[in-house]
T-cell receptor, first 109, second 114 residues
Framework: SQTIHQWPATLVQPVGSPLSLECTVEGTSNPNLYWYRQAAGRGLQLLFYSVGIGQISSEVPQNLSASRPQDRQFILSSKKLLLSDSGFYLC????????FGSGTRLTVV | GIQVEQSPPDLILQEGANSTLRCNFSDSVNNLQWFHQNPWGQLINLFYIPSGTKQNGRLSATTVATERYSLLYISSSQTTDSGVYFCAVELPADRGSTLGRLYFGRGTQLTVWP
């Protein structure tokens, strides 16, 4: 069966520190992958999407970047976190029905 | 982009009650999904319903694509139904949208009391 894994589940990081969130999918090949962010418990905003290895598109300018080093791996990164980067980050894939990972709750302090 | 509006924003029910959640969207869509976000943040896909009616247990959904709205029905509410319900739509490919790129409404916060 097809599954999506996302980690860590929670993260508390100081301002200015780096970030790396990882998402991997199993049971499929060449999926479209997405990073969404949810702030204040409502409304999901698309940050990045990828249609293949090394292919990244950004929806909004920000302090974050994404990479897809392998077909089923999608990484969200930052060199220096800001307070405004706090939120709930969700990885998603399309099959084409969209399914989501369990999310990472990031608090920048 | 496309506007996705959900109503009501908040809903409080007694266990056993029925409810209807609404999603209006401003343009033609290729896909519509209803999600339930549980208290731990997990988004669970409830329905993939670009048109027509589907039922799954106590939940059912209807999308009238020509009139640009969808309804989610919850019957005999249970406390485990609490959480936020999201409607999300995908634009057609000829609008330049990426497959799977979803536009979300702001959700309906449902609280079911015992």
């Amino acid at each position: 069966s097809q599954t999506i894994h996302q980690w860590p589940a929670t993260l508390v990081q100081p301002v200015g520190s780096p970030l790396s969130l990882e998402c991997t999918v199993e049971g499929t090949s060449n999926p479209n992958l997405y990073w969404y962010r949810q702030a204040a418990g409502r409304g999901l905003q698309l940050l990045f999407y990828s249609v293949g290895i090394g292919q990244i598109s950004s929806e909004v300018p920000q302090n974050l970047s994404a990479s897809r080093p392998q077909d089923r791996q999608f990484i969200l990164s930052s060199k220096k976190l800001l307070l405004s980067d706090s939120g709930f980050y969700l990885c998603a894939w399309s099959r084409p029905i969209v399914g989501f990972g369990s999310g990472t709750r990031l608090t920048v302090v | 982009g496309i506007q996705v509006e959900q109503s009501p924003p908040d809903l409080i029910l007694q266990e056993g009650a029925n409810s209807t959640l609404r999603c209006n969207f401003s343009d033609s869509v290729n896909n519509l999904q209803w999600f339930h976000q549980n208290p731990w943040g997990q988004l669970i896909n409830l329905f993939y319903i670009p048109s027509g009616t589907k039922q799954n247990g106590r939940l059912s959904a209807t999308t009238v694509a020509t009139e640009r709205y969808s309804l989610l029905y919850i019957s005999s509410s249970q406390t485990t139904d609490s959480g936020v319900y999201f409607c999300a739509v995908e634009l057609p490919a000829d609008r330049g949208s990426t497959l799977g790129r979803l536009y979300f409404g702001r959700g309906t916060q449902l609280t079911v009391w015992p």
